[in-house]
């Protein structure tokens, strides 16, 4: 039970892991499908002289400082975790196990450490949970037009897509057992840019390319 309970929580860890944006996506054969979808695939471009540039945008999620600050945050998800998954071992009319729940508690749990800062300043503003999917919204430190927001969205894609479609634990404890990963993204302005889950590879679902 100790694998159970503790591979529950890594739907948390693999957000926070660390990416770049020369990560792939190409995960375990079968193991996940990927969708992504954009709010404004002809972003205008002549906006883009009107938007004032911050300098260069970093593509980096996780740097040293960073890891002190997501070490306490997971710690406190597994603690949580573990406890409402045992609670739930005494009452008979519900099940810890059910993706609903993992989804539930892994919300929960995450909530007190937000928002959460990456190095790119990329930043998760709140999490919620959605029936069996556990929803993370993403704030980017730029206009939805900058010239890198794209490639930031990108990057945050292949990271997340990497980290658990690699993950075997991840994917037979968590996406077997029908818990999907949904990353929003949203610009400095909080208007919507994309949305991208991963689900289980044995899905009957078809999903575009990224």
């Known amino acids: 039970m100790k694998h159970i309970i503790l591979s529950s929580v890594t739907l ?4 926070f892991t660390s990416s770049i944006v020369n990560a792939t996506t190409n995960g375990t054969p079968n193991t996940c499908n990927i969708a992504s979808t954009y709010a404004d695939k002809g ?3 002549s906006t883009h002289t009107h938007i ?3 300098g260069p945008v970093s593509f980096e999620y996780i740097n040293d400082e960073v890891m002190g600050s997501y070490n306490t945050m ?3 998800v597994i603690s949580h975790v573990k406890k409402e998954v045992v609670l739930s ?3 008979f009319s519900v099940d810890g196990f059910a993706p609903e729940n993992i989804a539930a508690y892994v919300s929960d749990a995450t909530k007190a450490f937000l928002p959460f800062k990456f190095a790119n300043n990329v930043k998760i503003i709140d999490v919620t949970h959605k029936g069996k999917t556990i929803v993370y919204k ?3 430190p730029i206009h939805k037009n900058h010239d890198h927001a794209m490639m930031l969205t990108k990057a945050g894609i292949a990271s997340a897509s990497n980290t658990i479609c690699n993950d075997s634990t991840m994917v037979e404890d ?12 949203y610009d400095r302005d909080g208007v919507f ?10 899905s009957n679902r078809t999903y575009p390319k990224l």
Not at 12 to 15: D, S
Not at 174 to 185: P, S
Not at 193 to 202: A, E, L, Q, V, Y
């Open 12 to 15: 948390l860890l693999a957000i």
């Open 43 to 45: 972003v205008n471009q």
């Open 52 to 54: 004032k540039k911050d």
């Open 74 to 76: 997971r710690d406190g």
């Open 89 to 91: 071992l005494l009452n």
């Open 138 to 140: 993403a704030e980017m």
């Open 174 to 185: 968590l996406l077997e057992r029908n818990v999907v990963i949904q990353y929003d993204y």
């Open 193 to 202: 840019m994309c949305s991208f889950d991963i689900k289980d590879g044995k």
